[in-house]
C-alpha cells in the first residue's frame, strides 16, 4: 500500500532551520506532484509549498516565500521541506502530500510531524 512517512521535526529556536522529509512508497514517485501543508494550533490546514511531478516548478504561500524550498530526490522516492529562519508562527504540524497530475486534491497524506519554534 501506498505510504507517506514524514521525519525531521522537533524543536528549533527562532531563527534555526529544519528539513523535513517525506519518504514514500508503494507509487511511482516521479508520476506525482509533492506537497507540504501544515496546521497550527487552533487553525484550519493550510498549504505551505508544492513541487510538480513533470517540470519540478514550485509553488509557495506567501508567508513561507523565500524562507522555504521544497526540493525532491525522485531516485529516494523523497520530498523535502528546507525550513530557514523559523518563526514562531511557524510551529504546526507539518504534512506532506503525493498528487497526480490533474487532481484538485491529494492522492495521498502522511501523518504529520510536528515543528515547534520557540522565541
Known amino acids: 500500500q501506498v505510504q507517506l512517512v514524514e521525519s525531521g521535526g522537533g524543536l528549533v529556536q527562532a531563527a534555526g532551520s529544519l528539513r523535513l522529509s517525506c519518504a514514500a512508497s508503494?507509487?511511482?514517485?516521479?508520476?506525482?506532484?509533492m506537497g507540504w501543508s501544515r496546521q497550527r494550533p487552533g487553525k484550519e490546514r493550510e498549504f505551505v509549498a508544492r513541487?510538480?511531478?513533470?517540470?519540478?516548478?514550485?509553488y509557495y504561500a506567501d508567508s513561507v516565500k523565500g524562507r522555504f524550498t521544497i526540493p525532491r530526490d525522485n531516485a529516494k522516492s523523497t520530498a523535502y521541506l528546507q525550513m530557514n529562519d523559523l518563526k514562531p508562527e511557524d510551529t504546526a504540524v507539518y504534512y506532506c502530500?503525493?498528487?497526480?497530475?490533474?487532481?484538485?486534491?491529494?492522492?495521498?497524506w502522511g501523518q504529520g510531524t510536528q515543528v515547534t519554534v520557540s522565541s
Open positions: 502530500a503525493a498528487r497526480l497530475r490533474g487532481r484538485t486534491e491529494p492522492n495521498y
Open positions: 508503494g507509487l511511482t514517485f516521479a508520476s506525482y506532484g
Open positions: 513541487i510538480t511531478s513533470s517540470s519540478g516548478s514550485t
